[in-house]
């Protein structure tokens, strides 16, 4: 059911317009900036609600932090998905409008302690490394970086071969 209320959110690559609204400088695009935050701000408020409803019927806490690692998996999955199979989500403002996001549920984690989201951030580790890579910067520097972690992928990975 939570699941089911959250899917309503994702995929969220924003629209092109506004994407591209976000990279000026204008008052105009500060006002596209916002709404865009207010769309991941509206997904920590359901989490929030969510959280609020458990904590008020007394459910142990360790089944909350399954309930929330479930649900940042189903985040981390539906996101992934979205940069796979959507062409418009593999963009460098795509990347920094879901960074974004990445750090409000970052901060939703550290509010909401330990004792209650758990190992929910380590769920969206495949669609952090992702943003990652979408916004690395476009110049030389981000080439190296690339590079860098592409060699440091092999080494790790012919390591344990």
């Not at 929030?48 to 458990?54: F, P, S």
């Amino acid at each position: 059911m939570i699941r089911d209320n959250l899917k309503k959110y994702f995929p969220i690559a924003p629209r092109t317009s506004q994407a591209s609204l976000v990279k000026g400088r204008s008052q105009a695009n500060a006002v596209a900036q916002q709404a865009l935050i207010a769309h991941w701000q509206s997904i920590v408020k359901s989490l929030n609600y969510y959280l609020k409803i458990m904590k008020a019927n007394h459910v142990p806490p360790f089944l909350v932090r399954k309930v929330f690692t479930q649900i940042f998996s189903f985040i981390n999955v539906q996101l992934f998905n979205s940069l796979l199979l959507r062409r418009e989500c593999c963009s460098f403002s795509n990347g920094e409008f879901v960074k974004t996001g990445l750090a409000e549920l970052e901060n939703w984690c550290h509010e909401a302690t330990e004792e209650y989201a758990g190992s929910a951030w380590g769920e969206l580790r495949h669609i952090r490394q992702a943003v990652g890579f979408l916004v690395l910067y476009r110049t030389q520097t981000g080439f190296s970086k690339l590079e860098k972690r592409t060699e440091s992928t092999s080494l790790s990975g012919s390591k344990s071969s």
